[in-house]
């Protein structure tokens, strides 16, 4: 068990943080981004960061076949961990500027290939929307 006194940490995997955070390893964005007060934000990939063996995206994505709502996602692939994580958010035709939005859907899917001894995908959710019964 290696243990990190000056941060107050104890890991009993055995992993160095000193290792693996380095300058290099830091993801870092090629270019600034913003988006400005009232501006239209198209769906797709918003902005990536990329460090040596990982990148980070930040995705707003369409939440079909639910209306008025956008899924913000967080998708990272890095030696120690691949995941992606999104939030469905419902987006009322009426919505003002300080309205909260409606958390209709939290998921993440986690690539178990990044864990030693383990494969698989595992799926966490909350808020499942319900099914229409048919």
């Known amino acids: ?3 990190d006194m000056e941060e107050g940490n104890i890991d009993p ?7 693996v955070w380095h300058d ?3 993801p870092v964005a090629n270019t600034d981004f913003s988006f400005k007060l009232g501006e239209m934000v198209p769906f797709g990939i918003k902005h990536a960061w990329e460090g040596e063996g990982q990148h980070i995206q930040l995705m707003v994505l369409d939440a079909a076949p639910e209306r008025d709502t956008a899924k913000l996602c967080w ?3 890095s030696p120690r ?7 469905v958010w419902k987006i009322p035709a009426d919505w ?7 958390d209709i859907d939290s998921y993440i899917i986690d690539d178990r290939s990044s864990y030693p001894n383990e494969a698989g ?3 966490f959710r909350v808020n499942a929307p319900k099914q229409h019964k048919q």
Do not use: F, P, W
């Open 75 to 77: 998708n990272i692939v």
């Open 1 to 3: 068990m290696n243990t």
């Open 96 to 102: 003002k500027r300080g309205q909260l939005l409606e």
């Open 24 to 26: 290099k390893a830091r």
């Open 81 to 87: 961990v691949k995941r992606l994580q999104c939030i």
């Open 121 to 123: 995908l595992a799926y």
């Open 13 to 19: 995997s055995g992993y160095d943080h000193t290792k």
